[in-house]
């Protein structure tokens, strides 16, 4: 699963390159995105640019992940398309997750 890491200010940005988050990636991806944020910043913003569809599987691998991350580390999400959007909020992760239209905007949220 093609990943996208970048330092944004004192974040880390992880852009998905795929569009999909389904049952046959989701353990892929879980590995993937906590792995790249093993020992990072405070903040990882995972940029869902790219990806159209996500399945209870890819949901539960974000959540997955949020879980495995330091203490001290936080994950936010960014730049949801608007039917990705709709299954995090259907389903109350809107209220788990703090989603930003973009990544820029979700580092300047955490500017101290």
Known sequence: MPLKSQKMGDALVLT????RIDAASSIRFK????AAARGGPHQIVLDLTRVEFIDS???GA???VMKALAPEQRLDLANLAPIVDKVFRLTRMDSVFAIYPDAQTAVRAHVA
């Open 31 to 34: 590995d993937e995105i906590a």
């Open 62 to 64: 974000v959540v997955a």
């Open 16 to 19: 998905m390159t795929d569009d």
């Open 57 to 59: 599987s890819g949901l």
